[in-house]
């Protein structure tokens, strides 16, 4: 009888968030597969953590680089415009550019 349960609430159909929706149609995986599909990504976000933890400063340099070249420049002045433009009349921006040497 446990065997059964187990196997029933392991093949329980359910949505992609692993619970069961009112709506039959959205119940197209397995309970296992959402739970163990969730988990590996956990462990996988974590991994990429620590991978780029102990890789911290390599990567501030290169995002340095990055933003000092003519192109990263157009790239940071053209997110920096997007970003302010998308924001609400009720707020206003307070921006401050602050030019240091390339000498970090």
Do not use: C, P
Not at 48 to 61: G, P, S, V, W
Request: net charge positive; charged share 35%; proline share 0%.
């Amino acid at each position: 009888m446990i065997e059964k349960v187990v196997d029933q609430i392991f093949n329980q159909s359910v949505n992609h968030e692993g619970k069961i929706s009112n709506y039959s149609s959205e119940n197209k995986h397995k309970w296992l597969d959402v739970v163990v599909t969730d988990q590996i990504r956990v462990a996988t976000k974590e991994a990429i953590k620590e991978i780029l933890a102990t890789r911290q400063d390599e990567i501030k340099k290169a995002i340095m680089k990055q933003l000092a070249s003519k192109k990263g420049i157009e790239q940071f002045v053209t997110a920096l415009l997007d970003s302010t433009s998308k924001v609400s009349e009720r707020y206003y921006s307070d921006i401050k550019i602050e030019f240091k040497d390339r000498n970090y």
